[in-house]
């Protein structure tokens, strides 16, 4: 009788358990999720206050970088008259749901810690290919960005193509014959293009900011997961 006791004791110890488990995995998610909103809303009100923010000498903000500054969503703006001339290696990309390439040159550098900066002049539709441009007389104005990193799902590179699927910066600048690029992307925003040049996209039309829903989602899993177990426990406790 003891041991079959122990033996109860032991199963019912089990959907406690897990239980228990389970709970803690759904609050973590849920903290998770909370801390990203935070993240998220910080910036998004970096993205609203650089839509009225006045542009910056690249040099200046490139320096700050070197320094171990922040300059992501920073806008700015550079002498590059060679921009829509220069060789160009082309990005995977999608805008407005539609699959394409984003265009991306080097921008020489006179001065500043770094001898070149790649500019994504922005995107053209798969299948079409951009209108050569023109020598620039006006600085180009841009947001500088940091490139997203590679993942399992991310295909390889094709330099060969000059074709790139990750914004590998030191893959391309030595595609393009750039030597010491700056570790951050030029997102041109002006001037605009000739017609039929890639159309300029610095940032995305819209930042989701959902992190909230999906808190409420993981704490409410956790709240239903014990609120089974409970339930299971009542169920067993009344007399038959």
């Not at 110890?13 to 998220?40: E, F, M, N, S, Y």
């Not at 320094?67 to 990309?93: F, K, M, N, W």
């Not at 995107?123 to 620039?136: I, M, R």
Request: net charge positive.
């Amino acid at each position: 009788m003891a041991a079959h006791g122990q033996e109860g004791r032991t199963f019912a110890l089990v959907p406690l358990l897990a239980t228990l488990v389970g709970v803690v995995i759904l609050v973590g998610l849920g903290v998770w999720q909370i801390q990203r909103l935070h993240w998220k809303a910080g910036i998004l009100a970096r993205v609203a206050a650089l839509q009225t923010a006045p542009p910056r000498p690249l040099a200046d903000v490139l320096d700050e970088a070197a320094h171990g500054a922040d300059i992501d969503y920073v806008r700015v703006q550079a002498a590059c008259p060679s921009v829509e001339t220069a060789p160009s290696v082309r990005l995977y990309g999608v805008k407005d749901g539609l699959a394409g390439w984003r265009i991306i040159t080097a921008c020489p550098l006179s001065a500043g810690p770094y001898r070149a900066v790649l500019v994504d002049r922005g995107f053209v539709p798969a299948g079409a290919a951009p209108t050569p441009g023109v020598p620039l007389s006006a600085p180009i104005t841009g947001v500088m960005r940091k490139g997203d990193a590679r993942n399992f799902a991310t295909p390889p590179d094709e330099p060969g193509n000059r074709t790139w699927y990750a914004r590998d910066i030191p893959a391309m600048a030595r595609a393009l014959g750039a030597s010491d690029p700056a570790p951050t992307f030029l997102m041109l925003e002006a001037p605009a293009p000739p017609p039929g040049g890639p159309a300029p996209a610095p940032l995305p039309a819209d930042i989701p900011n959902n992190h909230l829903q999906y808190a409420i989602t993981w704490f409410g899993l956790a709240v239903a997961l014990a609120g089974v177990y409970l339930a299971s426990l009542i169920r067993k406790r009344r007399p038959t």
